[in-house]
Structure formats: C-alpha cells, structure tokens
C-alpha cells in the first residue's frame, strides 16, 4: 500500500472519531441550542458511514489537522502535503 493510502486510511479512520466526538457533545448540549440547530444537528446523529460526503468532509477537515500535529511532533513521517488531498 502507498504512503498516500495509508494516510487516506489515517484520515478517514480520525475523521470517524472525530464525528463520534461531536455526536457526543452536540447531543449534550442539544437542550441549551436553538430547536432550528437541533433539528440540523440531529440528521447528523448517525453512524459516519451514513453521513453525505459534505457531512463526512467536515470532520475530514478536523482531522487533518491531527495529522498535522502528529507530523509537527514526528510522530508520523513527514510527505509531500498533497498526500492528504
């Protein structure tokens, strides 16, 4: 598998965590929040593999930036930045 792959692996893999994260505490705070934010945030209440690929490309974007800071403290090698997408 190439470098890139493994990093798409990375990213995806991250990206899943990081939409378990948020479900977790948009569902906290869920009550304090306007109702027209609940009824936006609950069609996201789902698994990762069932979010649209916008949904999906937002927590992408979090995600990247773990990856980055795992390259900034070496803890994974560093690659061309177009590795990421």
Known sequence: MKTADHLDNLVEALAE??????????KAVA???AEATRRK???????Y?????DA?????IWSRKVVALLREH???????STDLG
């Open 17 to 26: 965590i990081e939409h378990l994260q948020w479900v977790h505490w948009s």
């Open 31 to 33: 009550p304090e929040v």
């Open 41 to 47: 945030w609950k069609c996201c209440w789902t698994d």
């Open 56 to 60: 999906k490309e937002a927590d992408r």
């Open 74 to 80: 070496k803890l994974i090698p560093l690659y061309e």
């Open 49 to 53: 593999s069932k979010l649209s690929d």
